[in-house]
């Protein structure tokens, strides 16, 4: 049995840090074990431009504990209004590292997402020219679909499509959540690439609805079925370049989460890299885990992998229940806050 590891070490390519208080409290997390991390621009208002997106880079990097190197990207969050100009003036001048789709209504702050799949097109075909990567909240919303089939219907109405008619654009489907989505994308790679969250490695529908329900399981897209969470694991695990690490840490405020109609998102940075490692530890594949948290992420960004490495030891601790903002009445749970956690980053701590 493995009880140490070192791997390069890893970048997150899906992340939550909110702005404010709660970026203060949250970025540290991510800045101890992460090289970079893809930052999600679903802020109210969302960033929508180049100068709100420079802006926020500049919040995240003051948001850094001392001596921190870790990296921002920063992504534009599309909407039918998105001009392909300003896209790539961001781009070429390094401020957007990608574009975000969030279907309206699919998820948090999704309100000001795209509603007419025919307008972006024009965006669509210039980040194919420029070689910007296209992020999706892969998820089709409307009443006649199924909440757990989102993912599925997407696929098939929206992405097989884009694949065809963009065939130069590099796509990632983001926290792929279901076996048909696994197959799919293995079937498109390496047009299509994929991140795995730790808690849908993790998690299964009965977890979250069937003992009770459990709002710090609720998440989009929504937590599927075993045989879910199994071809997802079996994906992560298999070291295909076409699968990587994306958290989609998500802090928010406890109010919000226990709410009537609750609010989708985990906070998880603070166990992040310690899940997946439990997660490979347990399917014997300790040996991938590099390569799915460290080397094909930066691959399909066409990035060169972090050259630092960070250490890993099964060595118990216990996770923090919440993580305060702004005062004491302001906090955020933790996922798997108040559990057992078997890993601990031992070496390469910031
Ligand atoms: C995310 C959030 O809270 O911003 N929530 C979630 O359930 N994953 C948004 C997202 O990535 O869907
Ligand atoms: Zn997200």
Not at 17 to 33: E, N, Q, Y
Not at 41 to 50: A, T
Not at 72 to 99: I, K, Q, W
Not at 143 to 154: C, G, L, T
Request: proline fraction near 7%; hydrophobic fraction near 40%; charged fraction near 25%.
């Amino acid at each position: 049995m493995t009880d140490r590891i070192t791997i390069r070490k890893p970048d997150d390519w899906h992340l939550h840090v909110r702005d404010g208080a709660m970026l203060k409290a949250s970025l540290p997390f991510t800045a101890r074990h992460f090289g970079r991390a893809i930052i999600m621009p679903n802020l109210l208002p969302p960033i929508v431009g180049v100068k709100d997106a420079a802006a926020y880079r500049q919040r995240v990097l003051d948001a850094r504990p001392e001596g921190s190197t870790f990296t921002p990207l920063m992504t534009c969050y599309l909407t039918d209004h998105t001009d392909p100009d300003e896209v790539e003036s961001g781009f070429r001048n390094g401020v957007f590292t990608a574009v975000k789709l969030y279907p309206a209504n699919a998820t948090t702050n999704s309100t000001a997402g795209v509603t007419d799949y025919t307008k972006i097109r024009p965006v669509l075909a210039r980040m194919e020219k420029i070689g910007m990567p296209f992020l999706m909240h892969g998820e089709e919303v409307g009443p006649e679909i199924d909440v757990f089939d989102r993912e599925a219907v997407f696929i098939e109405r929206r992405l097989i499509p884009w694949t065809r008619d963009f065939p130069g654009l590099k796509f990632v489907l983001e926290h792929v959540s279901s076996k048909i989505g696994v197959d799919y994308v293995r079937s498109a790679a390496p047009q299509v690439g994929s991140t795995i969250t730790p808690y849908h490695l993790v998690l299964n529908r009965t977890d979250w609805l069937g003992y009770g329900l459990r709002p710090y399981m609720y998440c989009m897209p929504v937590i599927k079925t075993e045989q879910d969470r199994r071809a997802l694991v079996e994906a992560a695990t298999s070291g295909d370049s076409c699968f990587f690490l994306g958290t989609d840490s998500a802090p928010h405020p406890v109010a919000k989460k226990l709410a009537v109609v609750g609010i989708p998102g985990l906070f998880n940075s603070p166990v992040a890299i310690e899940t997946y490692a439990k997660v490979f530890a347990a399917a014997d594949a300790l040996d991938k885990l590099e390569t799915f948290t460290s080397l094909n992420g930066p691959r399909h960004y066409g990035l060169k992998p972090n050259t630092e490495t960070i250490t890993l030891e099964r060595s118990a601790w216990t996770a923090p229940e919440e993580v305060l903002f702004d005062g004491p009445e302001e906090r955020a749970f933790v996922y798997r806050g108040g559990e057992q956690i078997e890993w601990r980053v031992v070496h390469g701590v910031r």
